[in-house]
């Protein structure tokens, strides 16, 4: 009777061997069930989520996920580094265009907001995954992968802030109010989408939040 030591190895075997035939098949149920598993680890958060779960919603059982993945750390960790950092790579690069184009502060952030929540929409649910999850607490921000990610954040964050400020000292933004304190404003509408902006939604999707977002941003609640 095999032991579950030896059933581990075995299945680790196959495993790194279906990695490295690198099969076009293997590649895309391994994608299909990264895709299945972002959506549970957002619905239910990384550390509630079980392999049996994730399973259960990719329609096959615990052990078959061990095929692709040696544990629910691993398939976690994958999203990110299979697939966030080349949406972050693209947010940063379109960021870029748009701060570095000749339109004015305010057009610019309009289309940051939009290219941001866009992407969101595009890329649901793994960006919203990424500002729900406590990457610190999972040990993840030590990996060379998740400091890159940090980094591009930060080079968002970065961009959208030198063009407040642009807009600050040509005289379009008002300058009573912090640059960093707008900011933080900015960055706290569009990263709390991440509780309840979903595709799909019937009342409210990313252009009527873009809309939304940027006329009380630039424009104030209050009727006058």
């Not at 990264?34 to 619905?43: D, P, R």
């Not at 040696?70 to 947010?91: M, P, R, T, Y």
């Not at 030198?162 to 000292?169: C, S, Y």
Request: hydrophobic share 40%.
């Amino acid at each position: 009777m095999a032991t579950s030591s030896t059933t581990s190895s075995g299945m680790s075997k196959r495993r790194s061997s279906a990695q490295t035939e690198n099969s076009p098949g293997y590649q895309a149920k391994r994608a299909e069930l990264m895709g299945l598993a972002a959506e549970v680890f957002k619905e239910k958060g990384f550390e509630a989520a079980t392999l049996n779960d994730i399973a259960e919603r990719f329609g096959t059982d615990r052990a078959s996920i061990y095929y692709y993945f040696a544990s629910k750390k691993e398939l976690f960790q994958a999203l990110f580094h299979d697939i966030l950092i080349g949406v972050l790579n693209e947010n940063v690069a379109v960021a870029s265009e748009i701060a570095a184009s000749d339109r004015s502060a305010p057009d610019k952030l309009r289309a940051l907001v939009e290219q941001q929540l866009m992407s969101y929409e595009k890329h649901y649910p793994y960006v919203f995954l990424y500002i729900q999850e406590d990457m610190a607490k999972l040990s993840l921000e030590n990996t060379a992968w998740a400091r890159d990610m940090a980094r591009k954040t930060k080079r968002f964050e970065t961009i959208v802030t030198d063009v407040l400020q642009q807009g600050v000292d040509d005289g379009v933004l008002r300058a009573d109010v912090s640059v960093t304190l707008m900011a933080k404003a900015l960055f706290g509408m569009i990263n709390w989408t991440h509780r309840w902006l979903k595709p799909g939604m019937r009342k409210t999707d990313a252009r009527q939040t873009i809309d939304a977002f940027c006329a009380i941003f630039f424009d104030g609640a209050v009727k006058r």
